[in-house]
């Protein structure tokens, strides 16, 4: 901390009364508990560049001097004021993983996504020492970093060590909280573990965040002694004092769109081709899937969040599951989107994290207080969580996580923490099936690990099956092998000085696997649709999709029909034809929008929704996990058993079942396949061995 040399009282008091009067004025009146008083950092640069320079170099100084100097400000009511002065908009944010011995205890602004928040509490900052022998009082000023300064000796008995008593009501305490942040995925080139960076905050900063949050935090740097089993060490561990802390309002503030890329964003919007381009961009190194593909493009654009007058928020966000058979690029996929995606999140279901895919509240490593720790739907707040192995997932996220589907936020209750985290992202799930193959006659809820009502929460669901297939199977591998030849050329020429491979053969060989818009551009385009274009649907457009949700209910009306569609189908049409508009960057929903999004959905639900046995569609299948055809036998079964129990005395053979059964033309298999069913829901149990009753 170098001495002051332009800072001190006199200026700051120059530089408020020109600058802040009105403010101080205000602050001088306020009832506030915590006042602060904010300065914007480039008012200091105009007042005084040296001023500012020796605010970032020795901040602890010279902030003493500006908040001793709020009592010197003339004001028309005489009041001594006791404030912090919070400095915001500090220039040159400092990512993380660059900070440096230099930058200790400067002034510095730090950005990131709020990882874990401790309660807020007490601490004490003046501690009041009562001497028992004399009853003197001393006051020791406590100077953070954790530990409890305590007098040893009292000037009563400079020989004799003292015995002190605290005293609560004499001592200063602030509200003081603690918080982890972590650098923003949009930072981290492949495969990078995010870093993290501890921050104290008191007073009005106290209880300020939210994890999940993204925030510019600007404080002094610190360091701190590392001690181990044999005492202090060499080494030193950092964290930050926080002075002020800005909240990142806008969701694609970190993706930046300069005047040349926003020329390139609209020249590219007004390609007849755009749509196409868009959905070849989208992992060109993984062969086919145009479906899903054509699915995440429209996620990626997202439809419009909409807040009703009643205050009800209605998702925009569009959810996409891919379920399928182990080898098949749905990892790979997912990988893709993640670097895609602004705000995207990698998150495998069985993933070890404490805080788990949701949120979580955790034991501190540090000082056993109990923290919120945001997972990756929190952290992907206004992005894409991409979860892997989603069907491995823990309970208890299996149970956050309709919550967080639907209402895009998460509560946690535990441990005295109670707190609701927004979550408002798109989730790209991926899942295997239970057997390891996916069997194309059994229905989606039944083979995978999850509940039906959490299926029914995707917009979109696509089974992927790997059957051997000629043509198929040999696109896939020529194009696999292009790609790896085209890597093999590359890593040549790269690494062997006298490669005989030329810059243009690369080239070449890469076009295969290059997609037509670059991802760092497609990430901006993204990002700007999103910022600007909220497309508004047309009357024909509007006809159309309640065309299309009448026809498909239709379908299902009288008595034995199954349900085709319901309503939560519908609120997905509209999401998907908004995003298609996204894409062009359109104002309008037009009906090739809603024809588009007819399209990619009667694809998923004709692959996910069919009743196996009448061929139908049937979204209780999805949705209930049983077609109605199944739902009919299961009735008549239960209602055959209740009819032989009378004449079998409560104890029914399986073979009696099954002769009455066949007579009604169900076959010995699925007598045994639904009587097993029923015994495992509870509905009828086994009196002896090879016997049903109803339960
Ligand atoms: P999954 O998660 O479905 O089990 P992975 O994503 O781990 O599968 O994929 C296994 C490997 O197979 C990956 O290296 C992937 O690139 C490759 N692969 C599978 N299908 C394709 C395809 N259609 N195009 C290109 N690569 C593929
Ligand atoms: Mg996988």
Redesign the pocket.
Same mark, same amino acid.
């Given at each position: 901390m170098g001495a002051s040399v332009i800072s001190n009282t006199t200026k700051w008091k120059e530089f408020l009364t020109r600058y802040y009067k009105n403010q101080i004025g205000q602050l001088a009146v306020s009832e506030a508990k915590n006042k602060a008083l904010v300065i914007e950092f480039p008012h200091i640069n105009r007042f005084d560049v040296r001023l500012a320079e020796e605010l970032m170099a020795s901040p602890d100084a010279v902030l003493a001097h500006a908040e001793e100097a709020l009592s010197y400000v003339d004001l028309p009511v005489k009041k001594e004021i006791a404030a912090r002065v919070r400095v915001v908009r500090v220039p040159q944010k400092t990512q993380i993983r660059d900070l440096r011995s230099a930058d200790v205890n400067r002034l510095i602004a730090v950005e990131g996504t709020v990882r874990k928040i401790t309660d807020v509490r007490p601490r004490i900052i003046e501690a009041a020492f009562e001497c028992a022998r004399c009853k003197n009082v001393t006051i020791i000023p406590q100077e953070g970093a954790g530990k409890f300064i305590e007098p040893t000796y009292c000037s009563c008995n400079e020989e004799k060590k003292g015995v002190f008593r605290l005293l609560y009501k004499e001592s200063r305490f602030e509200d003081y909280q603690r918080i982890k942040i972590q650098e923003s995925p949009d930072e981290l080139k492949g495969g990078e573990q995010p870093q993290t960076l501890d921050i104290n905050v008191s007073d009005d900063l106290a209880g300020l965040v939210t994890p999940g949050e993204h925030i510019t935090v600007n404080g002094v740097l610190r360091s701190a002694q590392k001690v181990n089993r044999d005492g202090k060490t060499a080494y030193f561990d950092i964290y930050m004092d926080g002075n002020a802390i800005e909240l990142e309002e806008q969701e694609y503030d970190e993706v930046e769109i300069t005047p040349e890329d926003e020329e390139e964003i609209l020249r590219l919007a007004k390609d007849p081709h755009v749509y196409d381009k868009i959905v070849g961009s989208i992992a060109p190194? @993984?062969?086919?899937?145009e479906e899903v593909k054509e699915a995440i493009a429209h996620q990626l654009f997202s439809g419009v969040v909409k807040t009703l007058p009643d205050g009800t928020r209605i998702r925009g966000d569009i959810h996409v599951l891919l379920v399928?058979?182990?080898?098949?690029?749905?990892?790979? @996929?997912l990988r893709y989107v993640v670097k895609l995606a602004p705000r995207g999140v990698y998150a495998s279901g069985k993933s070890a994290s404490s805080a788990g895919l949701t949120a979580a509240a955790v034991k501190d490593e540090f000082d056993g207080q109990w923290t919120l720790e945001a997972g990756a739907l929190v952290l992907a707040d206004k992005g894409v969580a991409a979860i892997?192995e989603m069907d491995k997932m823990k309970n208890e996220d299996r149970s956050s996580l309709h919550e967080g589907m639907e209402s895009q936020t998460i509560s946690v209750a535990k441990a005295g923490i109670l707190a609701t985290l927004k979550c408002r992202c798109a989730i790209l799930g991926?899942a295997?099936p239970k057997l390891g193959r996916f069997d194309e006659f059994g229905s989606v809820s039944e083979q995978i690990n999850m509940p039906p009502s959490l299926i029914s929460r995707f917009d979109l669901i696509f089974i992927l099956v790997d059957r051997p297939e000629e043509r198929k199977d040999a696109n896939?591998a020529g194009?696999?092998l292009k790609?790896h030849y085209a890597g093999e050329l590359n890593e040549h020429r790269k690494n062997i000085t006298t490669s005989h491979v030329s810059e243009d053969s690369v080239k070449k060989a890469m076009m295969v696997i290059q997609p037509e818009i670059e991802p760092k551009m497609l990430r901006k385009y993204v990002a700007y649709a999103k910022r600007k274009v909220f497309p508004i649907m047309s009357q024909e457009a509007r006809d159309r999709i309640i065309g299309f949700y009448l026809n498909m209910r239709k379908q299902s009306e009288g008595e034995n029909a199954s349900i085709a569609i319901t309503a939560r189908q519908l609120e997905g049409l509209v999401r998907i034809s908004e995003a298609s508009a996204r894409m062009r960057l359109s104002d309008r929903v037009e009906p090739e929008d809603v024809d588009r999004t007819i399209r990619i959905v009667t694809t998923s639900l004709r692959q996910v929704g069919i009743d196996k046995e009448t061929g139908k569609l049937d979204i209780d299948v999805l949705t209930v996990g049983v077609a109605k055809s199944q739902r009919e036998r299961i009735k008549s079964l239960k209602h055959i058993i209740e009819e032989l129990a009378r004449e079998h005395d409560g104890a029914v053979p399986v073979e009696a079942v099954i002769d009455r059964a066949a007579e009604a033309g169900m076959t010995k298999d699925k007598v045994e396949k639904e009587l097993k069913k029923l015994k495992e829901i509870g509905e009828i149990y086994e009196p002896k061995a090879g016997h049903v009753n109803l339960s």
């Amino acid at each position: 901390m170098g001495a002051s040399v332009i800072s001190n009282t006199t200026k700051w008091k120059e530089f408020l009364t020109r600058y802040y009067k009105n403010q101080i004025g205000q602050l001088a009146v306020s009832e506030a508990k915590n006042k602060a008083l904010v300065i914007e950092f480039p008012h200091i640069n105009r007042f005084d560049v040296r001023l500012a320079e020796e605010l970032m170099a020795s901040p602890d100084a010279v902030l003493a001097h500006a908040e001793e100097a709020l009592s010197y400000v003339d004001l028309p009511v005489k009041k001594e004021i006791a404030a912090r002065v919070r400095v915001v908009r500090v220039p040159q944010k400092t990512q993380i993983r660059d900070l440096r011995s230099a930058d200790v205890n400067r002034l510095i602004a730090v950005e990131g996504t709020v990882r874990k928040i401790t309660d807020v509490r007490p601490r004490i900052i003046e501690a009041a020492f009562e001497c028992a022998r004399c009853k003197n009082v001393t006051i020791i000023p406590q100077e953070g970093a954790g530990k409890f300064i305590e007098p040893t000796y009292c000037s009563c008995n400079e020989e004799k060590k003292g015995v002190f008593r605290l005293l609560y009501k004499e001592s200063r305490f602030e509200d003081y909280q603690r918080i982890k942040i972590q650098e923003s995925p949009d930072e981290l080139k492949g495969g990078e573990q995010p870093q993290t960076l501890d921050i104290n905050v008191s007073d009005d900063l106290a209880g300020l965040v939210t994890p999940g949050e993204h925030i510019t935090v600007n404080g002094v740097l610190r360091s701190a002694q590392k001690v181990n089993r044999d005492g202090k060490t060499a080494y030193f561990d950092i964290y930050m004092d926080g002075n002020a802390i800005e909240l990142e309002e806008q969701e694609y503030d970190e993706v930046e769109i300069t005047p040349e890329d926003e020329e390139e964003i609209l020249r590219l919007a007004k390609d007849p081709h755009v749509y196409d381009k868009i959905v070849g961009s989208i992992a060109p190194s @993984i062969y086919g899937y145009e479906e899903v593909k054509e699915a995440i493009a429209h996620q990626l654009f997202s439809g419009v969040v909409k807040t009703l007058p009643d205050g009800t928020r209605i998702r925009g966000d569009i959810h996409v599951l891919l379920v399928g058979d182990p080898g098949i690029a749905k990892s790979q @996929i997912l990988r893709y989107v993640v670097k895609l995606a602004p705000r995207g999140v990698y998150a495998s279901g069985k993933s070890a994290s404490s805080a788990g895919l949701t949120a979580a509240a955790v034991k501190d490593e540090f000082d056993g207080q109990w923290t919120l720790e945001a997972g990756a739907l929190v952290l992907a707040d206004k992005g894409v969580a991409a979860i892997d192995e989603m069907d491995k997932m823990k309970n208890e996220d299996r149970s956050s996580l309709h919550e967080g589907m639907e209402s895009q936020t998460i509560s946690v209750a535990k441990a005295g923490i109670l707190a609701t985290l927004k979550c408002r992202c798109a989730i790209l799930g991926a899942a295997n099936p239970k057997l390891g193959r996916f069997d194309e006659f059994g229905s989606v809820s039944e083979q995978i690990n999850m509940p039906p009502s959490l299926i029914s929460r995707f917009d979109l669901i696509f089974i992927l099956v790997d059957r051997p297939e000629e043509r198929k199977d040999a696109n896939i591998a020529g194009h696999i092998l292009k790609s790896h030849y085209a890597g093999e050329l590359n890593e040549h020429r790269k690494n062997i000085t006298t490669s005989h491979v030329s810059e243009d053969s690369v080239k070449k060989a890469m076009m295969v696997i290059q997609p037509e818009i670059e991802p760092k551009m497609l990430r901006k385009y993204v990002a700007y649709a999103k910022r600007k274009v909220f497309p508004i649907m047309s009357q024909e457009a509007r006809d159309r999709i309640i065309g299309f949700y009448l026809n498909m209910r239709k379908q299902s009306e009288g008595e034995n029909a199954s349900i085709a569609i319901t309503a939560r189908q519908l609120e997905g049409l509209v999401r998907i034809s908004e995003a298609s508009a996204r894409m062009r960057l359109s104002d309008r929903v037009e009906p090739e929008d809603v024809d588009r999004t007819i399209r990619i959905v009667t694809t998923s639900l004709r692959q996910v929704g069919i009743d196996k046995e009448t061929g139908k569609l049937d979204i209780d299948v999805l949705t209930v996990g049983v077609a109605k055809s199944q739902r009919e036998r299961i009735k008549s079964l239960k209602h055959i058993i209740e009819e032989l129990a009378r004449e079998h005395d409560g104890a029914v053979p399986v073979e009696a079942v099954i002769d009455r059964a066949a007579e009604a033309g169900m076959t010995k298999d699925k007598v045994e396949k639904e009587l097993k069913k029923l015994k495992e829901i509870g509905e009828i149990y086994e009196p002896k061995a090879g016997h049903v009753n109803l339960s």
